[in-house]
């Protein structure tokens, strides 16, 4: 189970972070995907939550980051620098290895997400 929090409205440049508490952690894959109506869902980012790389699409890469809380079994996504294009319903994403890194069609549990809106 997977579950987010965090969504809301910010100005342009504004910052915000999302977070997403997951029943399985250790040695899982994860990633933040977003999706606005219409369109095919965004891989934003993807990593391994036992250490491993973290790969950052290239919408993102320099603005977005995420860490990671073990012993709450919680990663955050730290989004920077926001823009209007940012605007989307986030979602938190998991599945055992191997890790699908930014592809959705790989992850296997979703959570419900968290819209976020940059105006």
């Known amino acids: 189970q997977l579950v987010e929090s965090g969504g809301g409205s910010v100005p342009a440049g504004g910052s915000l972070t999302l977070s997403c508490t997951t029943s399985?952690?250790?040695?899982?894959?994860m990633g933040w995907f977003r999706q606005v109506p219409g369109k095919e869902r965004e891989g934003v980012v993807g990593?391994?939550?036992?250490?491993?790389?973290?790969y950052y699409s290239d919408s993102v890469k320099g603005r977005f980051t995420i860490s990671k809380d073990s012993a709450k079994k919680t990663v955050y996504l730290h989004m920077n620098d926001l823009k209007p294009e940012d605007t989307a319903m986030y979602y938190c994403?998991?599945?055992?290895?191997?890790?699908?890194?930014?592809?959705?069609?790989?992850?296997?549990?979703w959570g419900q997400g968290t819209q976020v809106t940059v105006s």
């Open positions: 990593f391994y939550t036992t250490g491993g790389a973290t």
């Open positions: 994403a998991s599945s055992l290895p191997p890790c699908s890194k930014l592809v959705a069609s790989g992850y296997k549990y």
């Open positions: 399985n952690y250790a040695n899982w894959c």
